[in-house]
């Protein structure tokens, strides 16, 4: 029915207004509710048709102009150096919707997921993955060998496996982690003693440089995977993935978590 609404809303505009006779039931949803629209300014809508800060209405206009509808409360709207998020195909944020899309190079999973993409670009594709809240439990910056309070730090299993699968040189652990002797101590203990280790902070470089050094052969490609979107949509990896040379994954563990 999308394309029916479209054509009522652009006839008669949105919000309802209520004085219109045969739109009362509708016009209601503006009237006779607490909820408000940053966009129109509406301050009366009933919850069920404003949400997130947007009416209904305002969230349709805002998506089909290739914008996220929550405008600035949206997260990537609060960092600079964003450069993708907004999906043009689904017309979907993939943080405020929880969005993946394939064309777009930009999904969401787990480990299993991350095999999945890996397994689809071909073996001589690179396996790229973050270490903290992604390859390992550790918190951001943590030394994974002296863990943390009275539990010690624990592999994703999936991942794990992932790495240890992937050819020596192909396999690369990339995080702004400074503790580059403590992960490869991690790595070693689970004979993951082939996987590089890349520190970008310990390098004075972002990730993106990194990676765009990893896929300086424009033949070569890469599943890279974090748990932070905003190093997903970094304007120089969002660049790769529109070359075609990366998939990226924002990892989300299932339901079991790490293991």
Do not use: M
């Not at 999308?2 to 309802?16: F, I, M, Y």
């Not at 600079?80 to 195909?89: E, I, K």
């Not at 190079?105 to 670009?121: F, K």
């Not at 624990?154 to 400074?178: H, M, Q, Y």
């Amino acid at each position: 029915y999308d394309s029916r609404v479209d054509a009522v809303v652009a006839t008669e505009g949105w919000p309802p207004d209520p004085t219109v006779s045969g739109r009362i039931r509708v016009a209601a949803v503006g009237t006779d509710g607490d909820a408000a629209c940053w966009r129109c300014g509406g301050t009366t809508f009933q919850r069920a048709w404003c949400r997130s800060g947007v009416c209904w209405g305002c969230a349709r206009a805002e998506r089909a102009a290739g914008r996220c509808p929550r405008g600035a409360t949206c997260p990537l709207k609060k960092r600079r150096g964003v450069a993708g998020g907004f999906c043009p195909h689904s017309k979907r944020c993939c943080v405020c919707d929880s969005h993946s899309c394939s064309q777009c190079a930009l999904l969401r999973g787990d480990g299993d997921d991350v095999a999945r993409e890996a397994a689809a670009l071909g073996a001589d594709a690179l396996v790229v993955v973050d270490f903290d809240r992604t390859l390992c439990s550790t918190r951001a910056g943590a030394d994974p060998t002296k863990g943390e309070g009275r539990k010690k730090p624990v592999a994703d299993e999936a991942l794990s496996e992932l790495l240890a699968a992937t050819p020596a040189g192909c396999a690369v652990v990339l995080t702004r982690n400074s503790h580059r002797e403590g992960i490869r101590a991690f790595l070693d203990a689970r004979s993951l003693d082939h996987v590089v280790v890349r520190s970008a902070k310990r390098e004075g470089r972002s990730k993106a440089d990194v990676l765009a050094e990893l896929l300086a052969d424009p033949g070569q490609r890469a599943v890279f995977a974090d748990d932070d979107v905003f190093e997903l949509v970094d304007a120089g990896v969002e660049e790769l993935a529109k070359r075609g040379q990366l998939v990226r994954v924002l990892f989300c563990p299932g339901p079991a978590g790490l293991n």
